[in-house]
């Protein structure tokens, strides 16, 4: 079972440039989201989708877009990189909109330079 | 919106002592109790969570307990192993602007000594 899958694992990104942290879930999960998790922060909020075609706002949104065309995947788009978005990024998913157990993905290390 | 706060940030114990990390929030609405163990360099993972019209439930080691009047939960564990070293997060669900949201704690860094 493939579970949650983000990739890359790693990036280093120059300020300014753009990029997309792809995420897929094969359990067929309607609920989806993005964190990011910094030393001392916990788990932050950034975007998230109750399914296909709908997505939210989360505690932490600026500088990032998001979209859901399809219940398999999420992707979190960079579209400016700034040093402050240097984090570890988790995408989760769950079947119900929050109410059960959310499934991480093995998380992308992101360093902007 | 909902704040989830998280106490201690460290947390040192002996094997074989107990451990209790507290958390608190703010929505009076929230009905979601989950908790989550991190090891190091692996992602987040639900070890226990607790739903609002329960006070207390538990899974061998661990237990979780909830006070809806005070808005605050504790997660316990007893006769710590050195497998139970870890970030332990506490979250809450909020429902606003619609849909809900799963908010986190700043997270505990347990330390079990041999």
């Known amino acids: 079972n493939a579970g949650v899958t983000q990739t890359p694992k790693f990036q280093v990104l120059k300020t300014g440039q753009s990029m997309t942290l792809q995420c897929a879930q094969d359990m067929n999960h309607e609920y989806m989201s993005w964190y990011r998790q910094d030393p001392g922060m916990g788990l932050r909020l950034i975007h998230y989708s109750v399914g296909a075609g709908i997505t939210d706002q989360g505690e932490v949104p600026n500088g990032y877009n998001v979209s859901r065309s399809t219940t398999e995947d999420f992707p979190l788009r960079l579209l400016s990189a700034a040093p402050s978005q240097t984090s570890v990024y988790f995408c989760a998913s769950s079947n119900h909109p929050g109410n059960t157990e959310a499934f991480f993905g093995q998380g992308t290390r992101l360093t902007v330079v | ?114």
């Open chain 2, 1 to 114: 919106g909902e704040n989830v706060e998280q106490h201690p940030s460290t947390l040192s114990v002996q094997e074989g002592d107990s451990a209790v990390i507290k958390c608190t929030y703010s929505d009076s609405a929230s009905n979601y109790f989950p908790w989550y163990k991190q090891e190091l360099g692996k992602r987040p993972q639900l070890i226990i969570d607790i739903r609002s019209n329960v006070g207390e439930k538990k899974d061998q080691r661990i237990a979780v307990t909830l006070n809806k009047t005070a808005k605050h939960f504790s997660l316990h564990i007893t006769e710590t192993q050195p497998e139970d070293s870890a970030v332990y997060f506490c979250a809450a669900l909020t429902f606003s602007g619609g849909y809900n949201k799963l908010i986190f704690g700043a997270g505990t860094r347990l330390a079990v000594h041999p």
